[in-house]
């Protein structure tokens, strides 16, 4: 029998993410009507760790009310830093337990100088 789950506290999932905005933000807004900014974030880095490999990571940031109206003047190439916590949808099919994108929902969006 597997182990239960152990429910970590919320601070316990908390993210800092640097990167450009790799695309133009979209905006919809949600069923009980807070705007949403979808924004792509890319990371690009070497980490000296793994012999100096080039790491790359494309990450789906989600930013909701103020904090999406914030983001109405963002442009692609500009930098910024993220600070959020990670969210997997998941959903049942056929009697399992699907999983898909990791996302990352934004508590704080700075742009960062652009000679970092």
């Known amino acids: 029998m597997p ?3 152990v ?11 640097a ?13 009980s009507g807070r705007l949403l900014a979808c924004l792509t974030v890319e990371h690009l880095s070497q980490q000296e760790q793994f012999a100096a490999q080039r790491i790359e990571v494309r990450m ?4 909701l009310g ?8 963002l442009r692609p190439g500009q930098l910024l830093q993220v600070e959020g916590r990670l969210n997997q949808k998941r ?3 056929d ?6 994108q990791v996302e990352l ?5 700075a742009l960062l100088p652009e000679s970092l």
């Open 105 to 109: 929902w934004a508590e704080r969006i």
């Open 3 to 5: 182990d239960p789950v």
């Open 7 to 17: 429910a970590l506290p919320p601070r316990a999932n908390q993210i800092v993410l």
């Open 95 to 100: 009697g399992k337990i699907r999983w898909g």
């Open 91 to 93: 959903w049942i099919r």
């Open 19 to 31: 990167g450009t905005l790799a695309d133009e933000p979209e905006f919809r807004f949600t069923p």
């Open 60 to 63: 789906g940031v989600l930013a």
């Open 66 to 73: 103020d904090l999406a109206e914030w983001c109405r003047p």
